[in-house]
């Protein structure tokens, strides 16, 4: 489901992705309702983003139940990854590791060209 917003005070924020927990999905429903907030949103930063904008909305999806959010700068190739509970974690190289939302995916992934 593309373009999924989630509500975060009197504002929407719509990541590129989102990462729920295992349920059943109608494949025709344009606007899905969200029951429970993500597991994991993910921002890649524009050219045009300022990076200020992206952090502030990362922690205001955070602070509305998000479990975790990362920020995929792909002009300089790191992903920062931010908690509520803990300070943001950036990476250049390796693994991914986010024991918040339990996921892990290699650097050389995230970044494949093919």
Do not use: C
């Amino acid at each position: 489901v593309s373009e999924v917003s989630i509500p975060i005070g009197d504002k929407d924020a719509t990541p590129d992705v989102l990462i729920f927990p295992k349920r059943a999905v109608d494949w025709f429903e344009t606007k899905p309702a969200l029951s429970e907030p993500p597991i994991l949103a993910i921002e890649i930063q524009s050219p045009s983003q300022p990076m200020e904008t992206i952090i502030d909305k990362a922690k205001a999806m955070l602070n509305h139940g998000v479990k975790s959010v990362w920020i995929i700068q792909p002009a300089i190739k790191t992903v920062s990854v931010f908690t509520k509970d803990a300070p943001p974690k950036t990476y250049v190289e390796g693994a991914i590791r986010d024991s918040v939302s339990d996921i892990e995916l290699s650097f050389e992934e995230i970044f494949a060209t093919e």
